[in-house]
């Protein structure tokens, strides 16, 4: 078997809503009893192998991951009429820390095309820990490798964040994604068990938790490179059969790594308490692509794209990376605390911000530090796999304020939630930075 090195989203901060992709929700479900078609409630004493595979994968396989997946009993087991998936810290004589974990999958023998995908289950909890359910396609070359091929996140939980629950959808070239993060009040994923669900029919993947439908999707696309997208239409690439996946990942580009209050007892634990398949007769997949709204660019009245005051500006973090900011007007002072790992690990971005395809643009700013540094701007499209549409540019600031500007042309498809980006992570520095007049207009007519 072939199965993707998975490549989850490399720094997730804030709710990617992505402008056409979200739609109406509160959909009771559709389905009832009479259209279930599989269970496992796992009331045996082994894993069903009729049922399931083992997925074994070396550390370091996708995503930066720390863990190896092995199929030792240690790390995934029945107990109690659970599935068990338990990560598993080692440590050597000199010290060396090594990690395991479980992932098992569907592929080969329940395979469904549409449906109701249901799982009752409880996260681990603790810094580093990603637990998932989630479906990958049987041939994921029908319509070209990841993203094209599709995939469905139905429940990911970081496990230093309980309270918030990611379904997403990946697909599409360039890679464009579908994500909502649902925090449904008091709740705590790893305190109790809850019901995480995906209702997929042509034309619309609705996502639920305990019976709330949080988000529903309606537009996606796949395209090969150098192919016409007419050549895989509609509804693809999510009219073909899935298969379903459980596993906890330990450390990463998403979760972090663990760190010294992480520990890995039963808190670590996914514990599953059954999975279900529903599906109805038959499904009418004569369906149309939903028609995008064009682009609109609003600009004030000196013509500036780019929004001043508070509500324009999201303090991000990742990575080890902290601080805060202070926003007067078109005044922007960024104050990291610690400077992090990675670029994004300080980073402070104005979102929804529309760019259209063949325009041209210039953004500018002034700023200064209180000590000399760099930091890093660009512009960029969240949805779409944070692609470059103002690539990376690094700039070293003085303590002298001083005005920065470049023109580039958008040269892709238009996007309605574009973002100015300024990433202050990974630079040596936790000097605090001031920036004001910050523009995007545009140069051409």
Request: glycine content about 8%.
């Amino acid at each position: 078997m072939v199965f993707r090195k998975r490549q989850t989203l490399v720094a997730v901060f804030a709710v990617v809503l992505s402008s056409g992709l979200l739609f109406a929700q509160n959909t009771p479900s559709k389905y009832t009893e009479a259209d279930l078609i599989w269970k496992d409630d796992f009331n045996g004493s082994k894993l069903n192998k009729d049922d399931w595979n083992y997925e074994t994968h070396k550390p370091g396989w996708v995503n930066s991951e720390l863990q190896a997946y092995v199929t030792s009993e240690e790390n995934t087991y029945l107990k109690d009429g659970y599935l068990v998936i338990q990560p598993v810290r080692k440590e050597d004589k000199n010290g060396n820390v090594s990690y395991t974990s479980g992932r098992i999958n569907t592929y080969g023998k329940h395979i469904p095309t549409y449906g109701r995908i249901e799982a009752r289950l409880k996260v681990p909890s603790g810094k580093g820990f990603l637990p998932a359910f989630w479906m990958m396609p049987q041939n994921e070359g029908r319509y070209g490798q990841w993203p094209k091929c599709g995939e469905i996140d139905i429940m990911e939980v970081l496990g230093n964040k309980t309270d918030t629950l990611y379904g997403t959808l990946h697909f599409g070239e360039p890679h464009t994604q579908v994500q909502k993060a649902y925090t449904p009040g008091k709740v705590d994923f790893s305190k109790e068990f809850h019901v995480f669900a995906v209702e997929w029919e042509p034309g619309e993947i609705r996502f639920y938790c305990d019976g709330v439908n949080y988000q529903t999707a309606k537009d996606w696309f796949t395209k090969r490179r150098g192919a016409k997208e007419e050549s895989y239409p509609y509804p693809a690439p999510y009219n073909q059969p899935f298969y379903i996946i459980f596993n906890v990942a330990v450390g990463g580009d998403w979760p972090g790594n663990p760190d010294k209050s992480t520990k890995f007892g039963e808190n670590a634990q996914m514990v599953v308490d059954y999975v279900k398949i529903y599906q109805k007769p038959s499904y009418d997949e004569n369906v149309k692509r939903p028609e995008k709204a064009p682009v609109k660019t609003v600009v004030d009245c000196i013509g500036n794209i780019a929004r001043s005051g508070s509500g324009a500006w999201e303090f991000l973090k990742a990575q080890g990376g902290d601080g805060s900011i202070n926003v007067d007007g078109n005044k922007l002072d960024i104050i990291p605390t610690k400077d992090g790992s990675v670029e994004y690990s300080v980073q402070v971005v104005q979102p929804a911000l529309p760019m259209e395809n063949g325009r041209k643009y210039r953004i500018s700013f002034d700023a200064y530090a209180d000590k000399s540094r760099k930091m890093i701007v660009a512009i960029s499209g969240p949805d779409r796999n944070w692609v470059r549409y103002f690539k990376d540019t690094k700039v070293s600031l003085g303590k002298k304020k001083k005005h920065y500007s470049w023109e580039f042309t958008m040269t892709d498809e238009s996007d309605a939630n574009a973002r100015i980006e300024f990433n202050c992570g990974a630079q040596g520095s936790t000097a605090a930075i001031h920036i004001t007049n910050v523009r995007l207009e545009f140069v051409d007519k």
